[in-house]
């Protein structure tokens, strides 16, 4: 088990404002863990107590709607921190983290990491700029849903996980989403998602091997995104 003090992982969030001794302690009562792809880390409706850290892997954040279907909110990758609102209040999630690909994370209880926010101020102005942050990002989606059409929001998605996900020898976004993921991020049914795809495909704006998918005319997609 890696110390924090030594994880690279740290530096892309808000644990980075942690001193060395802070660091130390956190890392003396941390746990890690692998999560296999579909594995569910929390629930809708539990107390998560604490927040994760993730050296590995990706998850999607969804909330589940009236009629049923999963809505993916956030996807959650390497170096990212997940249940930093539980620093702040003590209700239950409203939503559900699962697994996309297998996935290695710390966690940290809430306890102990509650006592670096009451004295570190670069630590908790960390946390209050990314929580800041994914509230920019939910007002932005919520815009795209009201105004945008299911194409622009496909092609939008396309590019943001162009832009946020590494890619793999062959030039394919490196993390297979089932294509029912997709139309869980663009707010439709799985069959639209489908026929969209196959359109962007014929026009040359991607290619489909697969659940791997490679993005070919960025410009041509930002256009679609935009409504031309």
């Known amino acids: 088990m890696s110390k924090c003090e030594q994880c690279i992982v740290r530096q892309f969030n808000s644990l980075k404002a942690l001193t060395k001794d802070e660091l130390v302690r956190i890392s003396g009562c941390k746990t890690s863990k692998l999560v296999k792809k ?38 959650i990758k390497k170096g990212d921190l997940l249940g930093e609102r539980s620093l702040i209040n003590n209700e239950t999630s409203n939503l559900k983290a699962i697994a996309v690909n297998d996935m290695e994370v710390c966690f940290i209880p809430k306890e102990e990491i509650i006592k670096d926010l009451e004295k570190n101020q670069n630590f908790t102005m960390e946390i209050l700029k990314n929580m800041a942050l994914s509230l920019k ?21 396309l590019l943001y996980l162009d832009e946020r996900f590494l890619k793999n020898s062959e030039g394919a976004i490196d993390v297979n989403f089932s294509r029912e993921d997709i139309a869980n991020i663009i707010g439709t049914a799985t069959e639209s998602a489908i026929r969209l795809l ?27 995104s935009e409504g031309f």
């Open 38 to 75: 579909g594995e569910v880390l929390f629930e809708e409706g539990e107390h998560i107590n604490g927040v994760f850290c993730i050296k590995d892997g990706v998850c999607k954040v969804s909330k589940m709607s009236d009629n049923g279907r999963d809505q993916i909110v956030h996807l």
């Open 137 to 157: 990002n939910a007002d932005n989606v919520i815009v795209d849903m009201a105004q945008k059409t299911v194409k622009q929001r496909l092609a939008a998605t």
């Open 198 to 224: 196959s359109e962007f495909k014929k026009n040359k704006l991607i290619s489909l091997k697969g659940k791997n998918i490679t993005i070919l005319n960025p410009r041509g997609l930002k256009d679609i």
